[in-house]
């Protein structure tokens, strides 16, 4: 067997390199007609990737998180125009699961749901002035019992289903 000329084999790995395209990853930014950014994040094959941010009008975030296949997924944190967070929470496929949490106007927690695909699945705890107030359970969106009370809530339910 006669083996490759040097030359030869260079040109054939150079040839071969040729087919194989580098992966098309890039920042990217928009920006709304005044001129102000509307997001950035990165973009993988003209599609939403990784980390992103968005933003309102006035210039203030007005969410946050990641993109997995142009999908939102993993932890986001959602804002209002004054900055002041709203709600966060974990994305599976752009679909809400698990805790939510959404907070009042001045960014302390009023209430706190389980959801599944966006609708309420589970427990919804709600808050005044950081104490519990009452307890609602969920099933596929549709309420099925309130407590008015911790007490009445831990009577007929395990701390251990909040997790």
């Avoid at 390199?17 to 990165?42: C, M, Q, V």
């Amino acid at each position: 067997m006669k083996l490759l000329k040097p030359t030869y084999a260079i040109l054939i790995c150079l040839g071969l390199l040729a087919f194989i395209k580098p992966e098309d990853k890039h920042y990217k930014r928009n920006f709304y007609d005044d001129g102000t950014i509307e997001s950035e994040g990165w973009m993988r094959y003209n599609t939403r990737t990784d980390y992103w941010t968005f933003y309102h009008p006035n210039g203030n975030k007005s969410q946050q998180g990641f993109y997995s296949y142009g999908k939102k997924d993993k932890y986001w944190f959602f804002f209002d125009e004054h900055r002041v967070r709203t709600k966060e929470g974990r994305f599976k496929d752009n679909s809400e699961i698990g805790w939510w949490l959404f907070y009042d106007p001045q960014g302390r927690i009023n209430h706190k749901c389980q959801l599944t695909n966006g609708i309420k699945d589970g427990y919804c705890l709600k808050y005044k002035d950081a104490k519990l107030i009452s307890a609602e359970k969920y099933s596929k969106g549709e309420k099925i019992k309130e407590w008015t009370s911790f007490r009445a809530f831990t009577h007929e339910n395990s701390l251990s289903d909040l997790k």
